[in-house]
């Protein structure tokens, strides 16, 4: 259908506007990367803008080096990957049984979920039992807190009630038990919503900052999240690099150093995401639309 020239002005219009706000997200990302390949003299003197200043590399070297940067770079990905792995077994073990009619209840669990959206237990008391557990200090208060997202396992559940029931009685019929059935048939058929979630949960536990604040009390445990942000406002953090030897010593500046940190912060959600952008409209969608 041709489009009115009504319906042209909208396009254009909206093409504006959604290229205008996209730039609101890109162009301070840009600038952080730009300051943190940038030399000190450059930066102290406001010449960087979108475009690195007379390259140099020392920031990132000396943030390595003089910072556990690294070792709180291996944590996350630790806590991160044990926890996707661990939110994606549940939640689809939470969505499978309810997704089925002739699963006992599934309406009242189903409410009891969505309760659970509603009203939370609050701070100070997810805090008691996590002590009360023995969890302090130990991933384990990250990983089974939110162990099952009620609204990923929604998505999830109504994805699997779009799969059509019969290719599940074709290959029962065949003599295929419920765990093959789950595993050989509906999981393959259910990536679109799989790589979304694990999206989801892999974003939320990268950034984890308020859970790892709370419960984790050993500093060498400490994820990215939180070094960095202890390097925003703590200058102790970026007087460790007066530590390196003084053939190494380069003249740095504080803002450099902070921005290298949210770089490497960055960069593996920025990675990760083409791999599994194909799969995000179309994941949500089918989830979220019964037919």
């Not at 073990?93 to 997704?99: G, K, N, V």
Request: charged share 15%; net charge positive.
């Amino acid at each position: 259908m041709k489009a009115t020239s009504g319906e042209k002005i909208f396009y254009i219009v909206n093409n504006i506007l959604l290229g205008l706000w996209s730039l609101t997200a890109v162009l301070p990302l840009v600038h952080i990367i730009a300051l943190s390949l940038s030399s000190s003299g450059a930066i102290m003197a406001g010449k960087v803008t979108l475009w690195p200043v007379e390259w140099s590399k020392d920031t990132y070297y000396l943030l390595f080096k003089g910072t556990r940067i690294l070792d709180a770079f291996l944590n996350s990905v630790v806590i991160t990957a044990v926890g996707v792995a661990l939110n994606m077994v549940f939640t689809i073990l939470a969505a499978y049984p309810l997704s089925k009619r002739y699963f006992y209840c599934r309406r009242q669990f189903t409410l009891m979920i969505v309760f659970t959206m509603l009203f939370g237990a609050g701070l100070i008391p997810g805090y008691l039992l996590v002590k009360s557990l023995g969890l302090v200090n130990s991933y384990w208060a990250l990983w089974l807190p939110g162990l099952v997202s009620a609204y990923n396992m929604l998505v999830m559940k109504s994805f699997f009630e779009n799969i059509p029931d019969e290719l599940e009685d074709a290959a029962r019929i065949d003599g295929c038990g419920e765990w093959r059935l789950v595993l050989q048939i509906i999981l393959p058929l259910s990536m679109p919503v799989i790589a979304v979630l694990a999206l989801f949960y892999g974003v939320g536990h990268w950034n984890s900052f308020m859970g790892v604040l709370i419960y984790i009390n050993d500093i060498k445990k400490y994820n990215l999240a939180l070094l960095i942000q202890q390097m925003m406002t703590q200058t102790d953090m970026l007087n460790q690099l007066q530590t390196i030897q003084p053939e190494d010593q380069v003249k740095i500046f504080p803002e450099a150093i902070k921005a290298a940190g949210m770089v490497v912060m960055l960069v593996p959600m920025l990675v990760a995401y083409p791999f599994l952008q194909k799969y995000f409209v179309k994941g949500v969608m089918i989830g979220a639309i019964k037919g």
